[in-house]
C-alpha cells in the first residue's frame, strides 16, 4: 500500500506542485510535477485573489495529469514578511 503526498509552493515567480508516493519499502517516489506562473501575487503577496486561485488549480491539475493521482489534500508553502503566526486557545 503506497501514501500519496503532494507539496504545493506558491512563489512570487513561479506557483510548483509535486506529487510522490511512500511505498511499504519507505521508498519515495516522485509520480507528477507542475510548474506555472504565478498570477495574482505581487512580491508574494496575494492581490488578485481569483487571478491566485486559478494558477494554483491549474498548477496541481497538471501535476494530477502527469501522476495519474486526484489532489484531496497537500503540504503548503508559503513565504514573505506579510505571514504571522499567533498562538491561541479557544473553546466551543
Do not use: W, Y
Request: glycine share 16%; proline share 1%; aromatic share 2%.
Amino acid at each position: 500500500m503506497s501514501r500519496t503526498i503532494v507539496g504545493l509552493d506558491i512563489g512570487a515567480c513561479c506557483i510548483r506542485t509535486v506529487i510522490g508516493e511512500i511505498d511499504s519499502d519507505g521508498g519515495f517516489r516522485i509520480s507528477g510535477t507542475s510548474e506555472v506562473p504565478s498570477a495574482g501575487l505581487r512580491s508574494g503577496v496575494i492581490v488578485n485573489i481569483g487571478e491566485a486561485i486559478q494558477a494554483i488549480k491549474a498548477s496541481i491539475g497538471a501535476a494530477e495529469m502527469n501522476s495519474g493521482c486526484t489532489v484531496t489534500s497537500c503540504i503548503t508553502g508559503i513565504g514573505g514578511d506579510q505571514i504571522d503566526s499567533q498562538h491561541s486557545n479557544g473553546r466551543v
